[in-house]
């Protein structure tokens, strides 16, 4: 199993349509050789830890460009600690301000990457926590 | 008659074969020459949609153009120089800034601000469970509240939005699509209740729906039911309220998405074909509505491709609506739009570089000639703007309209042999987009089959590559980087207060009312939506009167209409 390619799940949550970004991330880690499944619009922290349970994912990024990531992403990081799944890899980006990466971080994101952020610093990123995830959990 | 001089029709003269020898002299050069290399240098020959581009112009690349028919003179047939024969001599853009957050109360302050700082016009930027339907005490509301717009959930919040404006003076522009006909009918219902008629108010709503499902996603409804609504907006409003602009065409949100310049000007000048279709289905005489839309582009930061977009718009506008769709007014051959600079193109890596992407691009919409102008705030990509940073954007409107002397003279680039060229490929690329469309039998099935949205990832993704290779430069996000703490950088934040005391305010307005006029004026609207025959704006301004909510409007459509579920691609 450890040739498995790694498995992402690309989310968009809350109301927010913008998918620029999380359509640009999908498409470029399958680029990578990882499967991705993109979620699509408007779904519920609920949903996406549903999902990555389900597919049995290496790691969630997740897109938030309308100002209410200070709301979902520790919605996600309780959920998936709930569901005994926070060793998947929870990453995120979009329209975040500096202050609050650092809370977000503190509370369990483990990297948020802003706009500008190059795709090759992004897959890197998930290549290599995931990967390290891949050799604890097997 | 004396036999006319034989004259070239077009910019093309013919050359004299001393200049025939100078352009081989200039070929020699020009290939002896050593093309630089390093970061920026892989994309010299295309613009940033992929446009194909040559060293430089010359006759022969306007050889086909002809003076009367493709040019003409500003403010004549088919507007490639302007829709006002005197530009803006006569009447400068205005300039209106999209703004809104927190609450009714924080925005109606902002908009003092802007008007006492010399903006012209208003333009409600709305948050995000508002533009999707939900009422602020909403489950799919949590963490949305005033984030990146004002909370409307009622009458009563729009009343105080306007608090101190004078609606019969100011134009208001308002970006919201899926509800965009019960946010008319608040809008009427404010302005009536201090006493100012509806046939006075002057401003557009966005209501542009198709672009939701191609590019924002904003949407409620499925296309077919959110059409209709359209056309009982477009036709209440061409009736009652003869100072409206009845829709606003955009392909803002197309080019944020990922697009070309090519694909938003086809895909937004599609969209609109499509409305004017509807209409006139919908049994409407085309000059009866058509000289009361108006579009919304956005300006990117390639100078000279933004100007041939902005003036193959508005050719390929007359053309159409003249040539096809048989309008004889030639108010309604006129395309008439409002710009906003690129969203896109600002970068969070040393954030103040936006000022001068913002000048450019400003300077871009005017010199091709729109009609009102958001300018971009430094920090939009951080977060909503600061006093600060607006009032810097504005400044910048300021300085290109009174200082830089480029609204001196009408269409200035007009017969640039690159520009004409330019603008003639645009035309070229946006008539190709709708011969493709038509083969899917029209933009709702085109949309309906993903194509936009295949289109529009595709070239994104493209646009994302060419900045990874650094055959784009990005100042300070691909070169020219620094290191840089922004930790701490002055921005404007909502606090989690401004969502309770907003939710607390929508559950007052549901206790104080009228609760059986607001069951029977539902069930009226209801009645409207499964009859295709009636309007329903008449009885939208009837619910928001008896303070129905945004939600529960909404709501009721939804049960009549249903709510469109997306196929995504990526």
């Known amino acids: 199993m450890a040739n498995r390619p790694l498995r992402i799940i690309v989310a968009k949550a809350g109301l927010d349509g913008h998918d620029r970004g999380a359509k640009v991330i999908a498409r470029a880690l399958r680029d990578a050789g ?15 830890v549903q999902t990555a349970i389900q597919e049995d994912a290496d790691g969630i990024g997740l897109s938030i460009l309308s100002g209410a990531h200070m709301t979902l992403f520790p919605l996600v990081t309780e959920q998936l600690k709930a569901q005994g799944a926070d060793d998947i890899v929870f990453f995120g980006g979009g329209t975040i301000p500096p202050d609050d990466t650092e809370a977000l971080k503190k509370a369990g994101v483990r990297e948020i990457f802003t706009p500008g952020a190059p795709l090759s610093e992004i897959i890197e990123f998930v290549q290599r926590e995931c990967g390290k995830r891949r050799e604890k959990v097997g | 008659m004396a036999k006319m001089i034989d004259r070239p029709s077009g910019l093309g003269a013919q050359p004299t074969p001393e200049f025939e020898e100078q352009k081989r002299t200039w070929e020699q050069a020009s290939a002896a020459g050593k093309p630089r290399t390093g970061a920026g240098s892989g994309a010299v020959d295309r613009t940033i949609s992929d446009v194909p581009l040559k060293t430089v112009y010359g006759p022969e690349d306007v050889a086909q153009l002809d003076l009367a028919r493709d040019l003409a003179w500003p403010g004549q047939y088919p507007y490639t120089r302007g829709i006002h024969p005197n530009g ?153 309220m003869p100072k409206w602009n009845t829709i606003s065409i955009s392909g803002y949100h197309i080019r944020e998405a990922g697009s070309t310049a090519a694909q938003e000007l086809a895909f937004t000048l599609a969209d609109g074909f499509a409305y004017v279709e ?51 007014d030639p108010k309604s051959w006129q395309l008439r739009f409002h710009t906003q600079t690129a969203g896109c193109s600002a970068t969070a890596q040393q954030p103040e570089n936006n000022i001068v992407r913002v000048a450019f691009e400003a300077m871009a919409a005017a010199l091709g000639g729109t009609q009102s102008l958001h300018t971009n705030s430094m920090d939009e990509v951080l977060a909503l703007p600061t006093e600060k940073s607006v009032e810097i954007a ?78 784009r430069v990005i100042v300070g996000v691909n070169a020219f980087q620094k290191e840089e703490n922004l930790a701490g950088i002055e921005l404007l934040r909502i ?76």
């Open chain 2, 88 to 240: 803006y001599r006569d009447r400068l853009w205005t300039m209106r800034q999209f703004a809104g957050f927190g609450n009714a109360k924080q925005t109606n302050e902002r908009y003092h601000f802007l008007l006492s700082q010399g903006q012209m016009g208003l333009s409600v930027a709305f948050d995000m469970p508002t533009l999707m339907g939900y009422d602020s005490d909403a489950a799919q509301a949590r963490g949305e509240v005033g984030k990146c717009g004002v909370a409307i959930d009622s009458l009563a919040d729009m009343e105080v939005l306007f608090d101190g404006i004078d609606m019969g003076a100011i134009t208001t522009s308002m970006t919201i699509n899926g509800p965009a006909a019960i946010a008319l009918a608040q809008y009427v219902a404010a302005a009536e209740k201090k006493g100012i008629s509806r046939k006075l108010l002057g401003g557009t709503v966005q209501a542009d729906i198709l672009k939701e499902y191609i590019a924002q996603k904003e949407w409620i409804f499925p296309p077919r039911p959110h059409m209709r609504i359209i056309v009982d907006m477009i036709e209440f409003c061409t009736n009652e």
């Open chain 2, 394 to 471: 504005l400044r910048t409107q300021q300085v290109l309209a009174f200082e830089t002397n480029v609204t001196n003279v009408v269409d200035p680039l007009g017969g640039s042999y690159y520009v004409e060229a330019l603008t003639d490929e645009m035309e070229r690329q946006a008539e190709a987009y709708f011969a493709q469309i038509e083969e899917y039998g029209g933009v709702v099935e085109a949309i309906e089959a993903g194509f936009f949205q295949k289109e529009i990832a595709e070239a994104s993704y493209r646009y994302q590559r060419s900045i990874e290779t650094k055959d």
């Open chain 2, 495 to 570: 606090t989690e207060e401004v969502e309770r005391a907003q939710a607390r305010s929508v559950q007052e307005v549901r206790a104080h009312r009228d609760q059986s006029a607001v069951a029977a004026k539902l069930a009226r609207l209801q009645q409207a939506c499964r009859d295709p025959k009636d309007n329903v704006m008449p009885h939208l301004i009837e619910c928001v009167n008896a303070y129905c909510t945004e939600g529960e409007i909404v709501d009721s459509m939804v049960e009549v209409f249903g709510r469109y579920v997306e196929r995504s691609v990526f």
């Open chain 2, 278 to 328: 509807a209409c006139m289905k919908a049994g409407m005489d085309v000059d009866s509505f058509a000289p009361r839309l108006s579009y919304f582009f956005n300006s990117h930061i390639d100078f000279f491709e933004e100007i041939a977009k902005f003036r193959a718009a508005r050719r390929i506008y007359a053309r159409h609506m003249r040539e096809k769709y048989g309008a004889k």
């Open chain 1, 34 to 48: 990882m499967e991705v499944i993109y979620t699509g619009l408007f779904q519920t922290p609920e949903q996406i």
